[in-house]
T-cell receptor, first 112, second 113 residues
Framework: DQQVKQNSPSLSVQEGRISILNCDYTNSMFDYFLWYKKYPAEGPTFLISISSIKDKNEDGRFTVFLNKSAKHLSLHIVPSQPGDSAVYFCAAAGGGADGLTFGKGTHLIIQP | DGGITQSPKYLFRKEGQNVTLSCEQNLNHDAMYWYRQDPGQGLRLIYYSQIVNDFQKGDIAEGYSVSREKKESFPLTVTSAQKNPTAFYLC????????????FGPGTRLLVL
């Protein structure tokens, strides 16, 4: 029973355009959400996070939006760059869970 | 440089063998974690430790064991009881057990011969 879902296994976006990665969750007790970026054969690196008391957090080209009523969050990357090509994991904390609960990831491919 | 190191990068195991994966951090973090990643899957929590000499099972602890004798070290042993050990193993740490952001090591890929 997946508590964090990333329904798009892959996403292809043209360089310079906006990339939007989506994530849904089922556990209403999650109170903190994170996005990690992962290259093949490497560990994930932290990208951006948001607390459940906020609906938006911005850091440079990256913005995370949280819609608590819909149990949905999204990561926007503007403008998309070739180095953004990677697998992006959505993760959630809290809700009585130990550690982080991860989605299956979305492979973002930036086309030149 | 502060960070998390995992060794080896690749590890081969024969059937019926126990193998130990190393994880060391010099970030002075109290909490450490082990995750497993399978192809097309997210990361799943194996074990975690919030403080020295204490650790807890995660979602998929069967067939694994850990120890936390030192703050900076959290080795994971994959025992012969783990029937499907081939995976990418990731170690992470956080400042303490309540901290939400975790820092990951580079990972160890375990292959069964």
């Amino acid at each position: 029973d997946q508590q964090v879902k990333q329904n798009s296994p892959s996403l292809s976006v043209q360089e310079g355009r906006i990339s939007i990665l989506n994530c849904d969750y089922t556990n209403s007790m999650f109170d903190y959400f994170l996005w990690y970026k992962k290259y093949p054969a490497e560990g994930p690196t932290f990208l951006i996070s948001i607390s459940s008391i906020k609906d938006k957090n911005e850091d440079g080209r990256f913005t995370v939006f949280l819609n608590k009523s819909a149990k949905h969050l999204s990561l926007h990357i503007v403008p998309s760059q070739p180095g953004d090509s990677a697998v992006y994991f959505c993760a959630a904390a809290g809700g009585g869970a130990d550690g982080l609960t991860f989605g299956k990831g979305t492979h973002l491919i930036i086309q030149p | 440089d502060g960070g998390i190191t995992q060794s080896p990068k690749y590890l081969f195991r024969k059937e019926g063998q126990n193998v130990t994966l190393s994880c060391e951090q010099n970030l002075n973090h109290d909490a450490m974690y082990w995750y497993r990643q399978d192809p097309g899957q997210g990361l799943r929590l194996i074990y975690y430790s919030q403080i020295v000499n204490d650790f807890q099972k995660g979602d998929i602890a069967e067939g694994y064991s850990v120890s936390r004798e030192k703050k900076e070290s959290f080795p994971l042993t994959v025992t012969s009881a783990q029937k499907n050990p081939t995976a990418f193993y990731l170690c992470a740490s956080s400042t303490n057990g309540r901290a939400k952001n975790q820092y990951f090591g580079p990972g160890t890929r375990l292959l069964v011969l």
